[in-house]
């Protein structure tokens, strides 16, 4: 999930009771200096399972009349409330959902995309995996997502 572009976001004010921002107490993003992907992925899958509960009142809407209806929801509304920004170069901050959605203006990167969306996966019981990939050539990784198995 990247965006080469500021893109207009959609309010959101309907969801915000499910993120109570006045909660966050010294929640700062997990911040992992000069952390690498394979550092990162292991990490953001701790970081989902212990805030979990950050989306459990939230994932229930999220569910479609199938899979990838209710992965596509999921997707959709990350993508349509929360900025891309990525992290400075060097620094890896990993944001609980709760934290992203107070940041969602500023921009989070794709690793706190990804956690947002584990959250609800794992709150709706829906099996799924972080992956990692690189561009255009380049030798070290740049980017993590979400893998929902479809059973093919």
């Known amino acids: 999930m ?4 500021q893109r207009k976001l959609q309010s959101g004010s309907q969801y915000d009771r499910f993120f109570p921002v006045a909660d966050l107490k010294r ?3 997990v911040v992992m200096p000069d952390g690498d992907t394979f550092d990162t992925i292991e ?4 970081v989902a399972r212990q805030y979990q509960a950050d989306t459990s009142g939230i994932a229930p809407l999220m569910r479609g009349n199938s899979l990838k209806k209710t992965c596509n929801n999921i997707w959709d509304f ?3 409330h929360c900025q891309y920004t990525p992290d400075k170069s060097g620094v890896e901050q990993l944001r609980r959902p709760l ?3 107070a940041d969602r203006v500023a921009g989070i990167d794709c690793d706190c995309y990804a956690i947002g969306v584990s959250t609800m996966l794992l709150n709706l019981g829906i099996p799924h995996k972080l992956r990692k990939t690189k561009y255009n050539g380049k030798a070290e990784y ?7 198995p479809n059973g093919s």
């Open 2 to 5: 990247q965006a080469a572009f």
């Open 78 to 80: 990350w993508y349509n």
């Open 27 to 29: 929640t700062d993003p």
């Open 142 to 148: 740049q980017h993590i997502y979400v893998v929902v």
């Open 99 to 101: 934290r992203a959605w």
């Open 43 to 46: 990490l953001m899958a701790k």
